[in-house]
């Protein structure tokens, strides 16, 4: 999808828009909340025009929230009117959601926001996402394994996601753009201000091959709160969290609990016990919170991507097995598991289209039916 058409897509429902970027802008109203209130109403815009009675009536009202959504709805819409119309100076996408381009991965998740905004031109749906994450303080081994590790997913045609900070993030970041890799920084501010701003000539240059994303509204600093937050989208909208090197509080840490707590795949760099900035690393490896990434096919092997189905390819049924007995979508998981053998569940979702939810229940099914079993590594093959 090109920038120009996820801009359409963006202004289908400009009417509706106003609405979807005010509800997050209310104060205590996150995104499990508003997908709550979205889900009781029909839209964010039936949100707002709702009585104090109905809104009483969901869960997750509380004194706070009803207080909170009859008091500051006013200034919120008024808000998302300069928030759109800066949106479009700026050429930042606004993605809601539902919107096709917000992330898959990322989109069914608890914790996910109800909007983001974007800018670059990288597809954040891309068939293999990868996070590399890491200390501010990195060290020359840190920056080498890096570098190496990048150059093995240019024949992925990966998307590499990394925080745009000091250290293992900006080595990830300038590593992709020099091998031409599509690379998405994830900020703890507003997409208009790079921070740090040692990084804006970097930041310019992955707008073109890749993009700067955030949760937060235009204006937004940085402050010690928010990088947290953000991890949780570096995590959660890829399909491995890879750390090269972090102390024992390293922040990048963080996001290593937060893939772990999503159940995706988090993989770790040992290094030098005398070294600080291997200490959260072999740490991780030690309580079994990550594997070792030693070489690229660890990395390969895991998300088995050596057996993954090439983009685009099309799943061929093969004579040995009836599936006249199955349901359109059971069909579906079976054809593409005769088709490329043991397969990762992140693979399974994006070669049937089906949502995360959705393909757990057929997943579920279909084990229980004996007709597949889950596999270590989130993969799962006919029996």
């Given at each position: 999808?090109?920038?120009?058409?996820?801009?359409?897509?963006?202004?289908?429902?400009?009417?509706?828009?106003?609405?979807?970027?005010?509800?997050?802008?209310?104060?205590?109203?996150?995104?499990?909340?508003?997908?709550?209130?979205?889900?009781?109403?029909?839209?964010?815009?039936?949100?707002?025009?709702?009585?104090?009675?109905?809104?009483?009536?969901?869960?997750?009202?509380?004194?706070?929230?009803?207080?909170?959504?009859?008091?500051?709805?006013?200034?919120?819409?008024?808000?998302?009117e300069e928030i759109i119309k800066k949106a479009e100076a700026e050429e930042v996408q606004l993605l809601y959601y539902t919107n096709p381009a917000y992330p898959d991965r990322l989109r069914d998740l608890p914790d996910a926001p109800l909007l983001l905004y974007y800018k670059g031109t990288a597809d954040l749906n891309a068939q293999k996402v990868i996070s590399i994450v890491g200390t501010r303080k990195s060290t020359e081994y840190g920056r080498i394994v890096t570098e190496r590790m990048v150059q093995d997913l240019v024949q992925h045609e990966a998307l590499v996601v990394s925080g745009l900070a000091y250290g293992i993030d900006i080595i990830a970041h300038r590593a992709a753009l020099k091998a031409g890799v599509p690379t998405v920084g994830v900020m703890a501010?507003?997409?208009?201000?790079?921070?740090?701003?040692?990084?804006?000539?970097?930041?310019?240059?992955?707008?073109?091959?890749?993009?700067?994303?955030?949760?937060?509204?235009?204006?937004?600093?940085?402050?010690?709160?928010?990088?947290?937050?953000?991890?949780?989208?570096?995590?959660?909208?890829?399909?491995?969290?890879?750390?090269?090197?972090?102390?024992?509080?390293?922040?990048?840490?963080?996001?290593?609990?937060?893939?772990?707590?999503?159940?995706?795949?988090?993989?770790?760099?040992?290094?030098?016990?005398?070294?600080?900035?291997?200490?959260?690393?072999?740490?991780?490896?030690?309580?079994?919170?990550?594997?070792?990434?030693?070489?690229?096919?660890?990395?390969?092997?895991?998300?088995?991507?050596?057996?993954?189905?090439?983009?685009?390819?099309?799943?061929?049924?093969?004579?040995?097995?009836?599936?006249?007995?199955?349901?359109?979508?059971?069909?579906?998981?079976?054809?593409?598991?005769?088709?490329?053998?043991?397969?990762?569940?992140?693979?399974?979702?994006?070669?049937?289209?089906?949502?995360?939810?959705?393909?757990?229940?057929?997943?579920?099914?279909?084990?229980?039916?004996?007709?597949?079993?889950?596999?270590?590594?989130?993969?799962?093959?006919?029996?």
């Open positions: 999808m090109t920038q120009d058409s996820r801009l359409k897509t963006q202004d289908s429902n400009p009417k509706d828009l106003l609405y979807q970027v005010a509800l997050p802008l209310i104060p205590h109203v996150g995104g499990g909340t508003a997908r709550t209130l979205v889900k009781g109403f029909g839209s964010a815009e039936a949100v707002f025009s709702a009585s104090q009675e109905r809104l009483a009536q969901l869960p997750r009202v509380g004194t706070t929230v009803l207080r909170n959504l009859l008091s500051y709805k006013s200034s919120a819409l008024r808000e998302a501010n507003s997409v208009e201000t790079v921070y740090p701003t040692q990084h804006t000539r970097d930041a310019e240059k992955m707008v073109q091959n890749g993009g700067l994303l955030s949760e937060f509204p235009f204006g937004t600093k940085p402050d010690a709160p928010r990088f947290p937050s953000r991890n949780r989208i570096i995590a959660g909208m890829s399909d491995c969290t890879i750390v090269v090197e972090s102390t024992n509080k390293g922040g990048s840490l963080i996001s290593a609990d937060i893939a772990h707590g999503y159940d995706r795949e988090v993989m770790a760099v040992p290094g030098p016990i005398t070294s600080e900035t291997s200490e959260g690393t072999n740490q991780l490896i030690k309580s079994l919170k990550a594997v070792p990434y030693t070489k690229h096919q660890d990395l390969v092997e895991l998300l088995n991507w050596d057996k993954a189905l090439a983009p685009g390819a099309v799943a061929k049924a093969e004579p040995t097995l009836d599936l006249t007995a199955f349901s359109e979508d059971e069909q579906k998981v079976l054809q593409v598991l005769q088709h490329a053998g043991p397969t990762h569940i992140d693979v399974l979702s994006r070669n049937t289209d089906f949502s995360m939810g959705q393909l757990s229940s057929v997943l579920f099914t279909l084990e229980m039916s004996g007709m597949i079993k889950a596999m270590p590594g989130k993969l799962y093959g006919l029996v």
